[in-house]
């Protein structure tokens, strides 16, 4: 359970700095349940050091806004009455949206990190900004106009490109071909709703951090291998890095061939030119279109002692050449947990020894003595999870920013 410190309430009777203790603990407690699963009242007060009547109050407060609610717990044979179970409300959700350049992924994620509902929108081909503000605002009326859907409280984009975070502007998404893009801005005047957008990497590096394989972990790097190239997130010291403009994590664009093929940025041997999907669909003779199908039928190639030739040599090569990313990483971050999503987990899947061995063999003593590598786990869903938790931010910091809702 993580700990929390809560803000000690005031004595005086009136002031704003009793208002803002209340707002502090509000927001401690709801931040608990969100990240940490279903507490109990118990729970609750050794967590965040308040005395059990306040927590009483703040869970029934949290309930009248709609962001909580509470259950006996199952299963209990404690003596006497036990103490409410405290529980994130999935009735009120997130929009989440990732364009990438064969589709636009449009997901709801509930109170908790839950998927609720999820749409991948095939595109024919790589859709421009107008096209994916378009499509996604038709997804999200869908939603909403669905008998029993949630209350929406924002819309987070996940951008596989350089996104300013003060205002959610693409400033440069090579694979999109979108340069200076308000997509936060288009995105906000189509659906109503707040937004904000961010590079999906350190998206998805902040919902490892919370929900997944970095749970617990204060300085991790993730990166992330999909259709558009590959991104990276750098958490460090527990917070995400980002650079003076939201910039930082960018990864795949560290030089891992000095004789390798031209990248899209202007440099030669990017980590993302010679580490791509593509070679890896090809060799197991699947088209662009069945990337979905690119993990069962690597597993099941590798499940024997002698996969392909053909699909051996390109894993191979391209577990080398992220070592050397994953060297350069190791020596200059010092990071504990190395996260790898998309496909670049599935590379660690299948040949997790030889990974290991091409990152260590080549990384300084003392930084790679104290870090492990591990596949993510939030699976098909990080990116929605990771960007519902930039539409989820102004709730978490202040509940009672959100309207209670309409019985």
């Given at each position: ?189 189509a659906t109503g709703f ?96 069945e990337s979905e199908r ?114």
């Amino acid at each position: 359970m993580t700990e929390a410190r809560p803000t000690p309430a005031g004595t005086g009777a009136s002031g704003g700095a009793g208002d803002s203790a209340r707002r502090s603990n509000l927001a401690t407690v709801l931040s608990l349940v969100h990240h940490d699963g279903p507490h109990s009242r118990a729970e609750l007060t050794r967590a965040t050091g308040l005395n059990r009547s306040t927590i009483a109050t703040l869970a029934t407060q949290l309930a009248e806004l709609g962001l909580a609610y509470e259950a006996a717990p199952m299963g209990s044979n404690a003596i006497g009455r036990p103490s409410p179970t405290v529980h994130a409300d999935a009735s009120t959700a997130a929009i989440a949206i990732n364009p990438e350049i064969d589709a636009i992924t449009v997901g709801l994620v509930g109170l908790g990190g839950g998927m609720l509902h999820r749409v991948r929108h095939e595109t024919p081909a790589i859709p421009s900004a107008r096209e994916v503000v378009d499509i996604s605002a038709a997804i999200v009326h869908d939603i909403r106009s669905r008998p029993g859907a949630p209350r929406i409280v924002g819309v987070g984009v996940a951008v596989p490109g350089l996104t300013r975070a003060e205002d959610g502007m693409v400033t440069y998404a090579p694979h999109l071909e979108w340069n200076d893009e308000p997509i936060a801005q288009l995105l906000r005047e189509a659906t109503g709703f707040p937004v904000r957008a961010a590079n999906d990497a350190s998206l998805g590096a902040n919902a490892e951090k919370v929900f997944g394989a970095g749970r617990g972990a204060d300085n991790i790097l993730y990166l992330n291998g999909g259709a558009s190239g590959i991104g990276g997130g750098v958490i460090s010291g527990g917070a995400l890095l980002t650079g003076a403009a939201g910039y930082a994590g960018e990864l795949g664009h560290t030089l891992v061939s000095s004789g390798g093929a031209l990248c899209h940025c202007g440099a030669n041997g990017c980590l993302e030119t010679e580490v791509s999907r593509a070679p890896l669909l090809d060799a197991l003779g699947l088209a662009p279109g069945e990337s979905e199908r690119l993990e069962d039928e690597l597993g099941a190639a590798y499940a024997s002692d002698a996969p392909p030739a053909a699909l051996a040599r390109v894993v191979d090569a391209q577990v080398g050449f992220l070592g050397i990313a994953l060297r350069n990483a190791v020596n200059l971050l010092n990071p504990g947990v190395i996260v790898l999503g998309g496909f670049l987990g599935l590379l660690h899947a299948v040949a997790p020894v030889a990974l290991d061995r091409a990152m260590r063999g080549q990384a300084m003593r003392g930084p790679r003595d104290d870090v492990r590598i591990e596949r993510a786990r939030l699976g098909r869903d990080i990116l929605m999870v990771g960007a519902a938790e930039l539409a989820f931010a102004d709730i978490l910091a202040n509940p009672r920013a959100v309207a209670p809702p309409v019985p």
